[in-house]
Structures are given as C-alpha cells and as structure tokens.
C-alpha cells in the first residue's frame, strides 16, 4: 500500500481521520490535559457516530474514548432527553 495521499481514497482518508481524531482526543482525556470544550468534542463525536453501549466494538480508539469520559451514563441519558 503507497503511503502517498494521492494515492487513497476519499474513504481511506476519512477512516484515517476519524481514527486520528479519536486518538487525539483520547489521549487527552487519557492524561488530564482534556479542556471543557475538548470533552465537548469528544462528547459530540461519539453521539454523531452513535457509540453507545449497544454500538461499542467497531472502533477500539473510539471505545477506549467511551470507556474513560468522565461522565454518568445517567447524566448522558437526561442531556439526550
């Protein structure tokens, strides 16, 4: 596989992306450096692409983002209300 950008696809791209972004925002959270406003990112990522407890298991990053927030699941179900 080419490591040139050219030479992927537009979905090649977006999968590295997403993973990237989960990994960034993971090790933030990871190692207490995560703002408000990043915890809100990784917050809206992982509802836009509908990580709950039923979806986990696609995206190792993704669920160790998921596993490690520093939110209730109650508290997660009453914002969505």
Not at 2 to 26: F, Q, Y
Request: aromatic share 2%; no cysteine.
């Amino acid at each position: 596989m080419s490591t040139n950008p050219k030479d992927k696809s537009i979905g090649d791209v977006v999968d590295t992306m997403h993973t990237e972004l989960a990994k960034a925002l993971l090790k933030r959270v990871k190692d207490g450096t995560a703002s408000a406003s990043d915890l809100n990112v990784a917050r809206a990522f992982l509802k836009d692409n509908d990580v709950t407890v039923a979806g986990r298991g696609k995206s190792k990053p993704v669920d160790e983002l998921a596993a490690v927030l520093p939110f209730e699941e109650q508290e997660q179900a009453a914002s969505d209300q």
